[in-house]
């Protein structure tokens, strides 16, 4: 669909400053991501993009559980996000 000026459709004009934005914050976070090791990269992931508890985790890694919160908390650590996955 081509750009027209007179539509009032705002997704005529093609990606807000916002999609592009968080485009470019989801990019920049896939690659911070792929720094981290992989052990903590996957407990980080499941906890906080797939929503599993921490026992779940230990499951699901065959890890013990204390592991588990050990890798959030160097994954969160090195992220620079504070004690409970929160921008700081």
């Given amino acids: 669909m081509a750009y027209d000026p007179s539509s009032s459709d705002p997704s005529a004009s093609g990606p807000s400053d916002e999609e592009t934005l968080s485009a ?15 052990e903590l990269r996957r407990c980080f992931l499941l ?17 013990p559980v204390d592991r588990v919160r050990t890798c959030l908390w ?15």
Avoid: C, T
């Fill in 24 to 38: 470019e914050r989801l990019e920049s976070l896939r690659e911070i991501l792929e720094m981290l090791p992989d």
């Fill in 47 to 63: 906890r906080h993009a797939r929503g599993y508890g921490v026992d779940e985790i230990s499951i699901l890694m065959k890890l």
């Fill in 74 to 88: 160097q994954a969160r650590r090195m992220l620079g996000l504070g004690g409970r996955g929160e921008v700081s």
